[in-house]
């Protein structure tokens, strides 16, 4: 939801690069909208402070990192 929140995969070099398309082809040939993308990886920038540590901070909120067996068929 918006861009600051979409969810990217920066690859190091091209063997990266084809693992990750790998992946998301496999999650699109099971029925998923993937909409990460896959990029080379350039300057880092850590987020904020306030970002840092989230789950911990916020163990409420565990729903971005919730397990979610993706690689398997869904399941209609």
């Known amino acids: 939801m918006g861009s ?3 969810s990217a995969v920066f690859y190091a070099d091209e063997e990266q690069k ?3 398309e790998a992946l998301v082809a496999q999650l699109r040939a099971n029925g998923y909208a993937v909409a990460t993308e896959i990029k080379p990886a350039t300057t880092f920038w850590p987020a904020e402070s ?3 540590d989230y789950l ?3 163990p409420e909120r ?3 990192h919730a397990p979610v067996p993706r690689f398997d ?3 209609r």
């Open 4 to 6: 600051q929140y979409r």
């Open 50 to 52: 306030y970002h840092q």
């Open 18 to 20: 084809r693992t990750a």
């Open 62 to 64: 565990p729903v971005c």
């Open 73 to 75: 068929p869904p399941k």
């Open 56 to 58: 911990r901070k916020h």
